[in-house]
């Protein structure tokens, strides 16, 4: 009893109790998802679970680069769908121009990814040197990237080899879901070395105090720049595997990615006031928005509750992000008594 009150007041839990409160609510759907999928427990089920939850894992990743800046990215659902349309529509024709099916999907990878980091540059330059409000640009360019989506592929389809398909949605060792060793590999080899190097500390330093962070030295405009470029580039990433999940491309179906990748980060601990949080609990975050999704759908529930329970989730989500800031007021009004907010 002493060790569990000790560990609720560590500086840790202090710091990631909105995270460790997300991974106790997905421990929760892991429980009601067992006793609801008779093959949770083989290794069909962790495949499929994973297949489900990556896409948008990824895409909070990118979400929560921008959110710790103090910004937001309304463009990654637009940005996810045009690169899902760009690799469906030309990775089929590369491979047969170059005779070579690995090649033809390298290349296209390589192409992807550029387009990704191109867009998100896109956003970067004219939040920072248009000193426009990132909510208002990311909303004009995906509607931009979504024109743009829709002149490559005005209908959804379109191909990949089914290799590609195979390779990052199968397993390793008959066991082991590839979706489970990209998860990995986005947190221990990306987000860990990103979150302790110089950028990632001004990310952390823009968005808990951009003032100080700008009399300490750090590049703002710089910063900013990589955040955006960066939230492209794994946004580009969520277009690939979600083109491998469904060997075609949809202009217009990753427009829920946006919302609920800002829904994931809160959820996970991001506050939107920047500066705290991180991807780790994002992981979970997204991880609950996908498998509550899955649940709904076993049990039968029609699709537009599947929505209005999603849209919940979202509110649910801010409001755990304005509790804290609502929580400090209150505690100012009553120490000091006067009705006058900080």
């Known amino acids: 009893?002493?060790?569990?009150?000790?560990?609720?007041?560590?500086?840790?839990?202090?710091?990631?109790?909105?995270?460790?409160?997300?991974?106790?609510?997905?421990l929760a759907i892991l429980v009601l998802y067992s006793l609801n999928q008779n093959d949770f427990f083989s290794r069909y089920g962790s495949q499929s679970i994973f297949n489900q939850v990556i896409t948008l894992v990824v895409a909070s990743l990118a979400q929560t680069l921008v959110v710790l800046t103090r910004g937001i990215d309304l463009s990654i659902g637009a940005m996810?769908?045009?690169?899902?349309?760009?690799?469906?529509?030309?990775?089929?024709?590369?491979?047969?121009?170059v005779t070579n099916q690995w090649l033809g999907i390298i290349i296209t990878i390589f192409i992807v990814l550029a387009v990704g980091c191109i867009a998100g540059l896109l956003n970067g330059l004219?939040?920072?040197?248009?000193?426009?409000?990132?909510?208002?640009?990311?909303?004009?360019t995906a509607s931009i990237f979504g024109g743009i989506a829709l002149y490559i592929r005005p209908t959804p389809g379109?191909?990949?080899?089914?290799?590609?398909?195979?390779?990052l949605t199968g397993r390793?060792?008959?066991?082991?879901?590839?979706?489970?060793?990209?998860?990995?590999?986005?947190?221990?080899?990306?987000?860990?070395p990103l979150r302790r190097s110089k950028l990632g500390q001004s990310i952390y330093a823009i968005g808990g105090n951009?003032?100080?962070?700008?009399?300490?030295g750090i590049k703002i405009n710089r910063t900013k720049l990589w955040a955006y470029t960066l939230a492209g580039l794994f946004s580009a990433c969520g277009g690939l595997l979600l083109t491998a999940q469904t060997a075609s491309g949809d202009p217009?179906?990753?427009?829920?990615?946006?919302?609920?990748?800002?829904?994931a980060v809160v959820l996970g601990g991001t506050t939107?006031?920047?500066?705290?949080?991180?991807?780790?609990?994002?992981?979970a975050g997204a991880s609950i928005l996908s498998l509550v999704l899955g649940l709904l759908i076993f049990w039968g529930i029609p699709s537009f509750y599947q929505n209005a329970v999603q849209g919940l989730i979202l509110l649910l989500a801010l409001s755990i992000g304005v509790l804290p800031q609502l929580g400090r007021k209150l505690k100012f009004l009553k120490v000091n008594g006067k009705g006058e907010t900080p």
């Open 158 to 167: 379109g191909s990949v080899p089914y290799v590609y398909s195979e390779v």
């Open 272 to 283: 939107l006031a920047g500066g705290r949080g991180g991807f780790v609990g994002a992981v």
């Open 252 to 263: 217009l179906g990753s427009n829920l990615f946006t919302l609920n990748s800002i829904a």
């Open 1 to 26: 009893m002493n060790r569990f009150r000790d560990f609720l007041e560590s500086v840790f839990y202090r710091r990631n109790k909105e995270a460790i409160l997300a991974y106790v609510i997905l």
């Open 210 to 216: 951009e003032y100080s962070a700008f009399v300490s």
């Open 80 to 97: 996810i769908g045009l690169t899902n349309s760009i690799a469906a529509t030309i990775m089929e024709p590369i491979s047969n121009m």
């Open 126 to 140: 004219i939040i920072v040197f248009g000193r426009f409000q990132p909510i208002i640009v990311t909303l004009a």
């Open 172 to 192: 390793i060792l008959t066991f082991i879901p590839v979706s489970a060793v990209v998860l990995g590999i986005f947190i221990f080899l990306v987000w860990f």
